[in-house]
């Protein structure tokens, strides 16, 4: 199975300033013959379900703002705000569909400072 | 509009069963492969179980492997998730989710609202 790691666990950025996530897989979660990362990034914020907000580890979801970007190719991978807004205040979660289980990493808290 | 809502949760004594359902609106049901996740209470998200659009095809986290049973009536556009000998750590929101593209299991770009289970004597 693939085991999906987050760091930090959560972090406090200022407004307009920029905050990133690391996610890492046991695993790479390349598929070598499509050049793509089975990766995506959601969004969460209390009492909601999770949104999609990139896939393929860099594409961007329809309507998701360009302040959101991934990152990253094999194991590690990136989500950054580039300007957080006060709208961005969530837990964000990677998870990886290359393989069953398709498995969610812990999640990183993103709060204001 | 694209919607999932899902129904069925409650409480549940361990080792009793419950029969979630996700019924589906403003898509073509059949085409898409869906998802169960589940989060249990301030905890994070953990995928549950995967079924391709034909409902031909499952797949389980090992956590609930020959405990729960996902299917699809293709004909209502509804899923399921069939429990049985619950577990107090199977406690959690459970969310069914749509995969985003048709065709193939991946990322999931529609989730319902959850449907809350409770396992506790």
């Known amino acids: 199975d693939i085991v999906m790691t987050q760091s930090p666990d959560s972090l406090a950025v200022s407004l307009g300033e920029r905050a990133s996530i690391n996610c890492k897989s046991n695993q790479s979660v390349l598929n070598s013959s499509n050049n793509k990362n089975y990766l995506a990034w959601y969004q969460q914020k209390p009492g909601q379900p999770p949104k999609l907000l990139i896939y393929?580890?860099?594409t961007r979801e329809s309507g998701v703002p360009d302040r959101f970007s991934g990152s990253g190719s094999g194991t590690d991978f990136t989500l950054t705000i580039s300007s957080l807004q006060a709208e961005d205040v969530a837990v964000y979660h990677c998870q990886q569909y290359y393989s069953t289980p398709f498995s969610f990493g812990p999640g990183t808290e993103v709060d204001m400072k | 509009e694209v919607q999932l809502l899902e129904s069925g949760g409650g409480l549940v004594q361990p080792g009793g069963s419950l029969r979630l359902s996700c019924a589906a609106s403003g898509f073509i049901f059949r085409n898409y492969a869906m998802n169960w996740v589940r989060q249990a209470p301030g905890k994070g998200l953990e995928w549950v179980s995967v079924i391709s659009d034909s409902g031909g095809t499952t797949y389980y986290a090992d956590s609930v492997k020959g405990r729960f049973s996902v299917s699809r009536d293709n004909s209502k556009n509804t899923l399921y998730l069939e429990m049985n000998s619950l577990r107090a750590e199977d406690t959690a929101l459970y969310y069914c989710?749509?995969?985003?593209?048709?065709?193939?299991?991946?990322?999931?770009?529609?989730w319902g609202q959850g449907t809350l289970v409770t396992v506790s004597s």
């Open positions: 989710a749509k995969g985003r593209i048709s065709g193939h299991y991946g990322s999931s770009n529609i």
């Open positions: 393929w580890a860099s």
